[in-house]
């Protein structure tokens, strides 16, 4: 984790917020990590931890009208991103940081075809002519492994499946040889043999580019199986990191460890036929954003609580080496059986 | 209580018509359903899994009749209701219930739960009253919802209470069945797993049967009995879901199971051959076996001839050309 090498992107007490009509949104509330480069890290949580609005504010989308990042600092190849002009940030995104959503429909534009769509990302960034950006575009479609490129370059997205324009965003997200690209959800609405291919192609390119990917997504099995280090998140704060050997070994955050009982498994140890175990239930909701919330925000829905947790919210602290944990019960949790 | 299982259905065929040209004319059919059978014994959960377009949410929909088979049978109880018309219907609605993936866009944003959850007894007329409210009541508590909740509105409920008020819903008529379409995908895994439990406790307490669709593997082993694995319109696999996991016998089935993601790292390694390529169109299928387009293992004969669903093993039914009656349940070797 402590690289010799600076980390390419430094996120520093992230607090970001949204007005609504209930009040203000604390969606996240706090939160720090580093991407070293080539890295690949996973950021996991339930709807409404925060790990959509991390991506987007690291990428400045926020909306401004509604929203904004209140305070932190998110640092980027030595720039903080949170101050740059909307000018200077038009010129990293898609070039330097690139992203890629979970359903590609929404991202493409339906009335240019595939081909116009990269190479005007790579005449915007790379400045270079119209004919050279078009056989850029084609390159990045074989490197997605998109057969017979030359036709589908004069495709619509319409025209093709939903596996496909997923490759078109991460052709297009990696046209310009991006530091950092951010997946948020990448596969979420794809079919579940689609979804392997596509993990598999992103981690080839990773390996291939030596972009690092932040992955964002509510799928430990995902996560398990493409991240290297991993962020869980909860009700807008981080609860634990570690690599994702670590976290799936000796999970340490009472609410990860709720996680990883509440999911069915597809690899289960052989189930005596016909009998079925339940699944363990994290009782309770996650708590409302819009009032501040005092103490360990897993407190309410947590085994190990005491009253110190009720009114004392817990600091990040490395538990184990390489293994942080925001829980003042920490060690009984440690102790006790997974 | 009859022998006969809760739901049969033979050879169900569903096409739906496509329309084109200037005169809007038949031009083709998307075979949704293309000749399926199976049956649901009392208290058993069918699982059917399969990717998009693979024709699972048309079964669910044809057999609770909310649209009409092209063809085949389908017997509730024992009893053929392929062909009955609504009014016929009716009687039987009572027994085969269904829950959805998204139960907030079924429920009417005017109307109170408690309101919502009554409306089947006094459409099969089954209490009124005051003693309609202590059964919507006695619903609540069932599911897992406090009773005063029964004055709220739908958009009051959170996503996994607005499933439970769906399940208590369909509880209340007593049915048999309950077909279940996706009814855990919308929520978050702590939430999903309450559901689950809830489904799991109901079926253990009133001998419930469900039909339960889903294209999460994961799902469909915690609360099935017996998975149907369906690919383009068509049932290629179907057994206990032990022998499922342990030894699929269908190209499609391993390739399923291979691409499904685990929460355990060190499964990573293990990962086999990813199957390639994308699902045929519904509307245009492949001759033949419709996987062989994507399968390893395919033959020459494959592309030609349409495998029967056959029953190779004590209750194992695979439909593959390579895979015959008695034939060795080692790993296919590839031509």
Same mark, same amino acid.
């Given at each position: 984790?402590?690289?010799?090498?600076?980390?390419?992107? =430094?996120?520093?007490?992230? %607090?970001?917020?949204?007005?609504? *009509?209930?009040?203000?949104?604390?969606?996240?509330?706090?939160?720090?990590?580093?991407?070293?480069?080539?890295?690949?890290?996973?950021?996991?949580?339930?709807?409404?931890?925060?790990?959509?609005?991390?991506? @987007?504010?690291?990428?400045?989308?926020?909306?401004?009208?509604?929203?904004?990042?209140?305070?932190?600092?998110?640092?980027?190849? #030595?720039?903080?991103?949170?101050?740059?002009?909307?000018?200077? /940030?038009?010129?990293?995104?898609?070039?330097?940081?690139? /992203?890629?959503? =979970?359903?590609? +429909?929404?991202?493409?534009?339906?009335? !240019?075809?595939?081909?116009?769509?990269?190479?005007?990302?790579?005449?915007?960034?790379?400045?270079?002519?119209?004919?050279?950006?078009?056989?850029?575009?084609?390159? /990045? *479609?074989?490197?997605?492994?998109?057969?017979?490129?030359?036709?589908?370059? #004069?495709?619509?997205?319409?025209?093709?499946?939903?596996?496909?324009? =997923?490759?078109?965003?991460?052709? +297009?997200?990696?046209? %310009?040889?991006?530091?950092?690209?951010?997946?948020?959800?990448?596969?979420?609405?794809?079919?579940?043999?689609?979804?392997?291919?596509?993990?598999?192609? +992103? *981690?080839?390119?990773?390996?291939?580019?030596?972009?690092?990917?932040?992955?964002?997504?509510?799928?430990?099995?995902?996560?398990?199986?493409?991240?290297?280090?991993?962020?869980?998140?909860?009700?807008?704060?981080?609860?634990?990191?570690?690599?994702?050997?670590? @976290?799936?070994?000796?999970? !340490?955050?009472?609410?990860?460890?709720? *996680? /990883?009982?509440?999911?069915?498994?597809?690899?289960?140890?052989?189930?005596?036929?016909?009998?079925?175990?339940? !699944?363990?239930?994290?009782?309770?909701?996650?708590?409302?954003?819009?009032?501040?919330?005092?103490?360990?925000?897993?407190?309410?829905?947590?085994?190990?609580?005491?009253?110190?947790?009720?009114?004392?919210?817990?600091?990040?602290?490395?538990?184990?080496?390489?293994?942080?944990?925001?829980?003042?019960?920490?060690?009984r949790v440690r102790a006790s059986a997974l | 209580m009859s022998d006969a299982p809760v739901l049969e259905v033979q050879g169900l065929v569903k096409h739906f018509p496509i329309h084109g040209g200037l005169l809007q004319r038949q031009v083709g059919?998307?075979?949704?359903?293309?000749?399926?059978?199976?049956?649901?014994?009392?208290?058993?959960?069918?699982?059917?899994?399969?990717?998009?377009?693979?024709?699972?949410?048309?079964?669910?929909?044809?057999?609770?009749?909310?649209?009409?088979?092209?063809?085949?049978?389908?017997?509730?109880?024992?009893?053929?209701?392929?062909?009955?018309?609504?009014?016929?219907?009716?009687?039987?609605?009572?027994r085969i219930q269904t829950i959805f993936q998204d139960p907030y866009s079924s429920m009417n944003p005017r109307l109170s739960a408690g309101t919502i959850v009554g409306e089947p007894l006094d459409n099969f007329a089954i209490a009124r009253g005051?003693?309609?409210?202590?059964?919507?009541?006695?619903?609540?508590?069932?599911?897992?919802?406090?009773?005063?909740?029964?004055?709220?509105?739908?958009?009051?409920?959170?996503?996994?209470?607005?499933?439970?008020?769906?399940?208590?819903?369909? &509880?209340?008529?007593?049915?048999?069945?309950?077909?279940?379409?996706?009814?855990?995908?919308?929520?978050?895994?702590?939430?999903?797993?309450?559901?689950?439990?809830?489904?799991?406790?109901?079926?253990?307490?009133?001998?419930?049967?469900?039909?339960?669709?889903?294209?999460?593997?994961?799902?469909?082993?915690?609360?099935?009995?017996?998975?149907?694995?369906?690919?383009?319109?068509?049932?290629?696999?179907?057994?206990?879901?032990?022998?499922?996991?342990?030894?699929?016998?269908?190209?499609?089935?391993?390739?399923?199971?291979?691409?499904?993601?685990?929460?355990?790292?060190?499964?990573?390694?293990?990962?086999?051959?990813?199957?390639?390529?994308?699902?045929?169109?519904?509307?245009?299928?492949?001759?033949? $076996?419709?996987?062989?387009?994507? $399968?390893?293992?395919?033959?020459?004969?494959?592309?030609?001839?349409?495998?029967?669903?056959?029953?190779?093993?004590?209750?194992?039914?695979?439909? $593959?050309?390579?895979?015959?009656?008695?034939?060795?349940?080692?790993? &296919?070797?590839?031509?």
């Amino acid at each position: 984790m402590s690289a010799a090498a600076p980390p390419v992107l =430094q996120v520093r007490d992230l %607090c970001t917020q949204f007005d609504t *009509l209930d009040g203000v949104v604390r969606a996240v509330d706090g939160v720090s990590f580093d991407l070293a480069a080539g890295e690949t890290l996973g950021i996991v949580g339930e709807s409404g931890c925060g790990k959509s609005v991390t991506a @987007l504010s690291i990428l400045r989308l926020i909306p401004p009208q509604t929203g904004r990042i209140a305070a932190g600092s998110i640092r980027f190849e #030595g720039r903080e991103l949170t101050t740059l002009s909307e000018a200077e /940030m038009k010129s990293l995104r898609g070039h330097r940081i690139s /992203m890629i959503f =979970q359903e590609p +429909m929404t991202s493409l534009n339906p009335v !240019l075809t595939i081909g116009t769509q990269i190479a005007e990302n790579v005449v915007r960034h790379l400045h270079v002519p119209w004919r050279a950006a078009l056989d850029r575009a084609r390159e /990045m *479609l074989d490197l997605v492994r998109i057969s017979d490129a030359k036709r589908r370059l #004069g495709e619509y997205p319409h025209q093709l499946s939903g596996g496909m324009r =997923q490759r078109v965003m991460i052709a +297009m997200a990696l046209s %310009c040889d991006p530091q950092v690209l951010i997946a948020d959800e990448p596969t979420t609405a794809l079919d579940v043999t689609i979804q392997a291919q596509i993990l598999d192609l +992103m *981690l080839e390119l990773k390996e291939k580019t030596g972009t690092a990917i932040v992955l964002i997504t509510h799928d430990l099995g995902v996560v398990a199986e493409t991240a290297e280090r991993v962020v869980v998140m909860y009700a807008g704060r981080k609860a634990e990191e570690a690599s994702v050997e670590a @976290l799936f070994e000796l999970p !340490l955050h009472p609410y990860t460890r709720g *996680l /990883m009982r509440a999911i069915p498994r597809v690899d289960a140890e052989a189930d005596a036929a016909g009998t079925r175990t339940r !699944l363990q239930e994290i009782p309770g909701l996650v708590p409302v954003l819009t009032r501040p919330i005092v103490g360990c925000a897993f407190a309410a829905r947590c085994g190990f609580v005491t009253e110190r947790c009720r009114v004392e919210a817990p600091p990040f602290v490395e538990a184990l080496p390489g293994h942080a944990v925001a829980c003042w019960e920490v060690e009984r949790v440690r102790a006790s059986a997974l | 209580m009859s022998d006969a299982p809760v739901l049969e259905v033979q050879g169900l065929v569903k096409h739906f018509p496509i329309h084109g040209g200037l005169l809007q004319r038949q031009v083709g059919a998307v075979k949704a359903v293309d000749g399926v059978s199976f049956a649901i014994a009392r208290g058993e959960t069918l699982g059917l899994v399969g990717e998009s377009g693979c024709g699972k949410s048309t079964i669910g929909k044809t057999v609770l009749k909310l649209i009409e088979p092209s063809g085949g049978k389908i017997l509730l109880g024992g009893e053929d209701v392929t062909s009955l018309k609504p009014g016929a219907m009716w009687p039987h609605r009572r027994r085969i219930q269904t829950i959805f993936q998204d139960p907030y866009s079924s429920m009417n944003p005017r109307l109170s739960a408690g309101t919502i959850v009554g409306e089947p007894l006094d459409n099969f007329a089954i209490a009124r009253g005051a003693e309609k409210d202590r059964q919507v009541a006695r619903l609540f508590e069932r599911v897992g919802l406090r009773p005063d909740a029964m004055r709220k509105y739908a958009h009051e409920f959170s996503g996994g209470q607005r499933q439970r008020l769906g399940i208590a819903k369909a &509880l209340s008529v007593n049915p048999d069945l309950i077909v279940a379409d996706e009814p855990v995908s919308a929520l978050d895994v702590s939430v999903q797993a309450q559901v689950l439990n809830l489904l799991i406790d109901l079926q253990e307490e009133y001998g419930l049967a469900y039909l339960f669709i889903s294209h999460d593997l994961a799902v469909m082993r915690h609360i099935s009995h017996r998975i149907a694995v369906m690919y383009l319109g068509r049932i290629v696999e179907l057994t206990d879901k032990r022998t499922l996991f342990a030894r699929p016998l269908h190209p499609y089935t391993e390739a399923l199971l291979s691409s499904a993601t685990a929460p355990d790292p060190k499964r990573r390694r293990l990962r086999k051959r990813i199957v390639q390529g994308d699902v045929p169109s519904p509307a245009n299928p492949p001759p033949g $076996c419709h996987f062989h387009t994507r $399968c390893p293992y395919a033959i020459a004969e494959c592309r030609v001839t349409s495998p029967p669903l056959i029953e190779v093993a004590a209750g194992h039914h695979v439909a $593959c050309l390579r895979r015959p009656v008695g034939g060795d349940p080692e790993p &296919l070797s590839i031509p």
